[in-house]
């Protein structure tokens, strides 16, 4: 049985539809919205990326060191763990980096450097560096998306102080829009990733006295290798 705040709401409810519109409307709008999502229209994207001549990579690039990431570009596998040792070094910070199950990033051999410690898994709080391979690039804002899930454990873009990202250069697109056409499409009927974080820099705030303060909620740096042969 209905209690009375439940009757009270439907007949509240059952007024508002009344004076805004007949049930042969509420049928139109519904269609209507039926309609679009199952014809997924896009926006304009942005001219930045939209231009014929437009280098997304390049633009990729601009975009996260304006948002103060640092960039590298590895042409093949073999580049990659040299470049990730050098920058650690450059930053004082230990040879010592964590990552998920990802198949590409197990197959790097970190063996070529001396000394240099791979660990596997979820974050741990004493964890100075993690490793992402990112889904995607997106050059419009310079942002890396990351599907959740044990290959790429969330945890490791927010609790090492630095976050190193792997972004295929063939995956790099021009907007959020086509990243999401790409997931849609790859995952099929596939169940989503529980979550997709879209990484845009170093973490920053300036939440406290209007002072942006780099790290507050996440990695203080960030690292985005560029790989062409994945």
């Known amino acids: 049985m209905n209690s009375p705040t ?8 059952s007024k508002i539809r009344k004076s805004i519109a007949d049930e042969a409307s509420d049928n139109a709008r519904r269609s209507a919205v039926v309609n ?36 590298i570009e590895a042409a093949a596998a073999a580049e990659i763990s040299p470049a990730l040792a050098e920058y650690l ?6 040879l010592r980096v964590r990552h998920g199950a990802d198949a590409y990033l197990s197959l790097l051999d970190f063996q070529t ?22 889904f995607a690039g997106i050059a419009e804002t310079g942002t890396m998306a990351l599907t ?11 609790l090492p102080d630095t976050h190193i990202i792997v972004v295929p250069r063939s995956r790099i697109l021009a907007t959020y829009e086509d990243a999401f056409e790409l997931l849609r499409r790859e995952r099929g009927s596939q169940p989503m990733p529980r979550t997709l974080n879209l990484i845009t820099g170093p973490s920053r705030t300036a939440d406290i006295g209007g002072r942006i303060v780099i790290g507050a909620h996440g990695p203080r740096r960030l690292l985005a290798i560029i790989a062409g042969d994945l």
């Open 113 to 134: 450097t001396p000394g240099f410690e791979i660990l596997k898994g979820r974050a741990a709080p004493d964890d100075s560096a993690g490793l992402s391979l990112a």
């Open 148 to 158: 959740s899930g044990a290959d790429n454990p969330v945890t490791l873009g927010y």
């Open 6 to 13: 439940t009757r009270a709401r439907e007949s509240i409810l």
């Open 36 to 71: 679009r999502i199952s014809a997924k229209p896009r926006v304009a994207a942005p001219q930045r990326v939209a231009a014929p001549d437009t280098d997304l990579i390049e633009r990729f690039k601009d975009e996260l060191r304006r948002q103060l990431a640092t960039v």
């Open 89 to 94: 070094r450059t930053n004082n910070q230990p």
